[in-house]
């Protein structure tokens, strides 16, 4: 590990320190690229996917399979990482990544598909934390917060240019080109990362304080992953078999979900907990919206997969503008009316989506809604993080940031979980896809009214 700068000779650490890590960090920019490239450029063709592979019944277990394993990836990214250094877990992860999108593009069956955005999820979640964990076992200290953001920042475009160029690639060829066309491009980075991490330089020591504390954890991550998976599959029909399965999925939740979470998590608590509330209602509800709307256009609407791509790029596009307004121009709004303002307009963009099932509507009144939440997002979420950071304990601002990732993750299954089972009611019930996405759509009003009833509760401390 590069020593910390001698004082007087920054200029020269530095040097040395570029010259030593510059090929780790290009690499390590190279694969969060590839993994944010992968994990959204995949979304507006599974749609396409679904109706192919006769699986639409499904597909919200398929959009769900991505999210539930990325939360036991990182919790077991981070076990293997403190267990025996990041440089396993990431090797494995880049691999995984590379066979996963092969299975996904493959797929002769919508389980098929399950199986691989399950598997992909695994390789996102221990890819992510493995990177930030090996940047903190081997970067001096000084230089890990520039390192870390340069991370994230490599998110940016394939959020912008990753879902319309795979709608492209999908209307003009098959969405399976886009599955194989990233696995070809993950393949060099993934063998490059394997033969870097191989030297002993990138190898930390084992911590065993870090692999006892990490296994509880571990497990209930794992519970909680099967419980969302059970849940998923189980809202996708009404028989008893898939009640026993949504039985089966609730009671691992309630058990095994409230470990991840702060104490009163669910009662909305003052302070951290009902601020890590709402941000899983507000990410749910967006997820959600992000997962029907597409199988809505493509369904319902005929709208080729470019056309999907676009909408995620304009949602894109919002959610940054809209962030960027609540951080310059609204910054003296107290943070708690930021929140009621975002969970206004997304309740503003589901009235949107709900008049867009209408038969008689454009396939743009659906596709906005798309961005319109994406602007409630954008004053939604960066406010609740900042509140979360306000009512942490000092020196606990790291158990207030992941409770609120575990949590989005958690909102985002349960929702999207609530409204599957609504949707294939209607279905069942044989009143329509259109009435369907209409019913689905009307329940995420309900998180919305919740996140404006509880607001006050995340006031900042004066």
């Keep these: 590990m590069a020593a910390d700068p001698a004082p007087g000779r920054p ?4 040097g040395l320190f570029s010259r030593k890590y510059a090929a780790a960090t290009s690499i390590f920019a190279a ?28 597909y919200p277990l398929v959009a769900g399979c991505f999210v539930a394993a990325s939360l036991l990836g990182g919790v077991l990214g981070g076990h293997w ?19 996963t999108l092969l299975v996904s593009g493959a797929s002769t069956s919508i389980w098929q598909l399950a199986a691989g955005r399950f598997l992909d999820g695994l390789a996102a979640g221990m890819v992510a934390v493995a990177i930030n964990t090996a940047i903190g076992q081997t970067y ?21 240019v990753g879902p319309p160029l795979a709608g492209l690639v999908a209307e ?44 509880p954890a571990l497990l209930v991550a794992t519970a909680v992953s099967l419980g969302a998976a059970l849940g998923q599959y189980g809202v996708s029909g009404w028989d008893p078999r898939h009640l026993l399965f949504t039985v089966g999925g609730l009671a691992l939740l309630v058990v095994f979900a409230p470990r991840l979470l702060p104490p009163g998590t669910w009662r909305a608590v003052r302070g951290l907990p009902a601020t890590v509330l709402l941000c899983g209602l507000g990410s749910g509800v967006f997820f959600t919206l992000e997962a029907f709307v597409p199988l809505l256009l493509v369904t319902e609407r005929g709208v080729p ?10 949602a894109a596009l919002a959610w940054a503008a809209s962030s960027w307004v609540q951080g310059h121009l609204l910054n003296h709004w107290p943070r708690h009316r930021l929140v009621v303002t975002g969970a206004l307009v997304l309740a503003g963009a589901v009235a949107v989506a709900i008049v867009g099932t209408v038969p008689a509507m454009s396939a743009f009144v659906a596709a906005s809604a798309m961005v319109v939440a994406a602007v409630g997002m954008g004053l939604f979420a960066p406010s609740l993080t900042v509140l979360s950071l306000s009512h942490s ?12 990732q575990t949590n989005q993750n958690l909102g985002q299954i349960s929702v999207l979980g ?6 294939n009611a209607f279905l069942s019930i044989g009143w329509g896809e259109p009435a369907g996405y209409g019913a689905a759509f009307g329940l995420l009003l309900v998180p919305c009214a919740v996140a404006v009833l509880y607001a006050v509760r995340v006031r900042a401390p004066e």
Aim: with cysteine; glycine share 10%.
């Design 393 to 404: 304990p000092a020196g606990r601002q790291g158990y207030a940031s992941s409770a609120m």
């Design 140 to 160: 001096p200290g000084h230089v890990r917060p520039r390192a870390l953001a340069l991370m994230s920042t490599c998110w940016i475009i394939p959020s912008l």
């Design 418 to 423: 609530a409204a599957s089972g609504v949707f």
């Design 31 to 58: 694969v969060m690229f590839l993994t944010g490239l992968a994990a959204l450029a995949v979304v507006p063709t599974l749609p396409t996917a679904a109706r192919a592979l006769d699986g639409v019944s499904l």
């Design 172 to 215: 003009w060829w098959t969405w399976r080109a886009v599955f194989y066309g990233l696995a070809a491009l993950t393949l060099v980075p993934a063998l490059v990362v394997v033969a870097l991490l191989r030297s002993s330089s990138w190898s930390a020591t084992p911590t065993p304080s870090g692999e006892t504390a990490s296994r």
């Design 81 to 99: 990482a403190d267990r025996a250094g990041a440089h396993r877990p990431l090797a494995a992860g880049m691999v995984l990544a590379v066979v």
């Design 305 to 314: 997969p470019v056309g999907i791509g676009l909408a995620f790029t304009g």
């Design 11 to 14: 200029e020269v650490t530095e």
